[in-house]
């Protein structure tokens, strides 16, 4: 397939794809301008306490949809497709421990299963980008920095943990416009939690980011932190459930939700 | 109490007062500038399909906090307060059926009671009025005209219903203003359902709501809907549920936030 040809497909054509197995890319900047989405499966006793925490930790955990016990089908945000075969790669955790990453997920699936899908910050990137600003780690090529901070999530049942943030370098005259934009996306993370000093989320080290990779921060430049999906998937893996499966990170569902469509006004 | 006394009373101090069993009018107008909440207390083997169908429908249903199992205490929207007696009146259902309309509930709270509080109007109603726009309902002193529609919600398990409306007539050259200010607020339902022809949403004669009382519509006035949080009530009862405690109408809690603080941007 060529490079122009991939840009004309759309979400379900890529979907296609992907469930063929012959795909073993992230899927950054595929479908451009439809959101794509972070996948947590869970068993349907830990639903409600997983469900409950996404409420009570919106900016982390922002929910595009839950489907019904045991469908694998994402109703809402790409109806026809199946959760279990349409992304390009999957990480399954028994009792907290990887043990395997597969590109079809049919094998393990359980009538028990809730699929929550979760926004993801490709969306107010590209809003971002739009706007003529730049964003550093796509630039430089590399993963987002992200850092565990010193704030608690608001704990539901058995979840609970730190709030895991991501953090874009911003020009002190852009600030405004960075809030503004994100604002209107509160389905994907929205606005920033926190602007300027790293310390004041316990942050020591910009440089050493507990995952992802660190970029560039220029003189002048305000380091901007947003709520990150990862908080979640920390929240559930320490709880060592029997089984969850999520996305590989990078390898997002690629709903058919406009990133525009998820604009809040 | 005189009544320049009460205008300056906070919400903690209405709560207590409450609590004492010695007040029995509406809550509307009181602490102006504080939200006040929908309550519906239900049991945990409930909670799950509810909080679910709220996340599904969140602009007749938008959550501002769901306790803990068998926690009386709002710990988010109310530190301190007591769920069981700070609201003036609740009305007590079994099996669907309204059986008592007490001020105090303690002698009917259980273990595995979840209580899930609800934006109200109020708090909009009281942006469209600051902007100088009138409300007919609180212009006339009746309740809100509410319409039961032909638009489905989106069923979440045993929970399932159509969308209840309210309606406030507005004069075309306010539109535009009344659908910003209220896009503001979506944890109070937020942007208008819909504007202008009633029989859109199967709403036959405008003179004839479901519940409430109807209002006048002037020359040049156009209908504007909102979700309307009793929806879920509605949704809830038709699951004739064993035991379900709500406010009773119009006597609501008295939470507090702000309203200004629920303003999304």
Not at 8 to 23: D, I, S
């Amino acid at each position: 397939m060529k490079v122009e040809d991939a840009s004309l497909m759309t979400p379900a054509a890529w979907r296609e794809r992907f469930r063929t197995g012959n795909w073993h890319r992230p899927t950054a900047g595929l479908a451009l301008g439809y959101a794509q989405a972070n996948l947590v499966i869970l068993q349907r006793e830990l639903a409600y306490d997983f469900l409950l925490f996404c409420q009570r930790n919106p900016k982390p955990c922002p929910i595009l949809e839950v489907t019904d016990i045991g469908c694998f089908e994402p109703k809402v945000v790409a109806r026809g497709a199946d959760l279990r075969t349409d992304l390009p790669k999957y990480r399954i955790f028994r009792n907290g421990q990887l043990v395997d990453e597969p590109s079809d997920i049919r094998s393990y699936w359980q009538d028990d299963f809730v699929s929550f899908l979760l926004g993801c910050s490709f969306t107010f990137e590209g809003a971002l980008q739009a706007a003529g600003i730049e964003v550093r780690h796509i630039t430089q090529n590399r993963n987002v920095p992200m850092y565990i901070t010193n704030r608690e999530c608001q704990k539901a049942g058995v979840m609970q943990g730190p709030l895991v943030v991501s953090m874009r370098p911003v020009p002190a005259s852009n600030l405004v416009k960075v809030v503004q934009i994100t604002s209107r996306f509160p389905a994907v993370h929205g606005a920033p939690v926190h602007i300027g000093d790293p310390q004041a989320l316990g942050i020591v080290d910009l440089a050493l980011p507990d995952m992802g990779e660190s970029v560039d921060v220029k003189a002048g430049e305000i380091p901007v932190f947003w709520a990150c999906g990862c908080t979640s998937q920390a929240v559930v893996m320490a709880v060592k459930p029997e089984l969850v499966i999520t996305h590989a990170p990078g390898f997002m569902f690629i709903t058919d939700l406009s990133d525009q469509g998820l604009a809040a006004f």
